[in-house]
């Protein structure tokens, strides 16, 4: 085995990082909110922006870097709305403008969507996720690096303390 401290980041192997996303100045997510980040590298489980920049870092180094949108959340698409008709709204949904909600599509993909618009009775949904379109600034540093169990490589996921386990 490779000393722990010479890891690599590199595909199928776990790593566990500390981040700090800020958009236009704003600290919207970090880990001293929601606690490190252990995620299986190469396997699409962080945008593809922060995957590239991980790539060869080692445990203790840290970077900062900005994700154009085209890496992050995707352009943000003027069309991509959905009318849903209220009725179909679980009680227990707060049917409002600005809401975001968590829905599955065909494929079943969980998509977030936010509330855009209330006539009548259909409500529509903007399928944009809420970063779309904007540059994220990250604060990101290597805490942890192990290699993947073959049950995670398997799942596509890190096992890490019950996080992520479905
Ligand atoms: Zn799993």
Redesign the pocket.
Known sequence: MTDKKEMQVAEDLVVTIEYELKVNGEVLDSSDEEGSLPYLHGHGNIISGLENALLGMKIGESKKLVVEPQDGYGEREEDALMDVPREEFPEEVPVEVGVELEVTDQDGDIMLVTISKIEDEMVTLDTNHPLAGFKLHFDIKVIGIREATP??IE?E?A?EDGHN??
Do not use: Q
């Open positions: 049950e995670e799942h996921h096992h386990h479905e």
